[in-house]
């Protein structure tokens, strides 16, 4: 039986399922009933209703790839500072990913893991909040690992398998993963949140380029120039910054 190893909480609770829809769901369903301990851990190598961010579906071949849920209570976060944790996780994926690959991956606002123009993963945050704070957090992951063929539907899928030209352990990486993570919101809790910005901002996709976007349709050039307080995407255009919430906004490749 594996268990994580290197961590202070996060997946000292380990629930490791052979299959399930969503392991985002199955946290939902323990946190309804029972009081689950702060930063336990739902795996699964086999997800077949995986949830995507805004009501998207994430697709996962069996047994290839890597599915999980973190649960956490991060009351020292207020509501409007949310995105703050939206940093933090997307930092520690792609750093504990490049450490392990060599390669350079790169965070796609506001939730993708992206090697170039392909996607490897997305991250999915679902937080309760009670009056100015955040109570409860379950932090979901979907990255393709081992996974060479695609649904022909899907824009740019890829998978570190097809990046990296190598098999890798699942669970493994999954250790790896989740001690980033842990690192990441240790970082947080101390309140650093400047330094997490700064963070994210350096391994954000497109980062001062010049770039192609989509608004209701009209195409328009601008250059990224990081992420507000509240997670919009900055964008200068023709040298006037303007921000944008998600969906507000589509990249064009």
Not at 44 to 59: A, D, M, V
Not at 82 to 102: H, T
Not at 122 to 146: A, M
Request: with cysteine; charged share 20%.
């Amino acid at each position: 039986m594996f268990t994580i190893k290197d961590t202070l909480f996060i997946g000292k609770s380990f629930i490791d399922l052979a299959i399930i829809d969503s392991t985002n769901n199955y946290a939902q369903q323990l946190l309804a009933n029972s009081q689950p301990a702060d930063g336990t851990l739902i795996s699964t190598f086999n997800q077949n209703k995986g949830k995507g961010y805004h009501n998207n579906t994430w697709l996962s071949e069996a047994n290839k790839n890597l599915s999980f849920s973190i649960i956490l209570y991060p009351n020292f976060i207020d509501a409007h500072q949310q995105f703050y944790l939206n940093m933090a996780i997307s930092i520690a994926i792609v750093e504990a990913l490049n450490d392990y690959s060599k390669k350079e991956f790169l965070i796609k606002w506001p939730n993708d893991i992206y090697f170039n123009k392909k996607k490897i993963g997305g991250i999915l945050i679902e937080n309760s909040i009670i009056g100015s704070k955040i109570n409860t957090c379950i932090i979901g992951v979907g990255l393709n690992i081992n996974q060479k063929n695609f649904n022909a539907a899907l824009p740019n899928p890829s998978s570190l398998k097809l990046i990296t030209n190598k098999t890798t352990d699942l669970y493994k990486l999954l250790n790896e993963l989740v001690k980033s993570i842990e690192s990441k919101y240790q970082i947080l809790q101390s309140g650093a949140f400047e330094q997490l910005a700064q963070q994210y901002k350096n391994q954000l996709y497109g980062i001062n380029k010049l770039l192609k976007f989509k608004i209701d349709g009209n195409l328009f050039e601008g250059i990224i120039k990081g992420v507000d307080d509240f997670g919009r995407l900055v964008i200068s255009e023709n040298s006037i910054e303007k921000k944008y919430h998600y969906k507000e906004i589509e990249y064009v490749f």
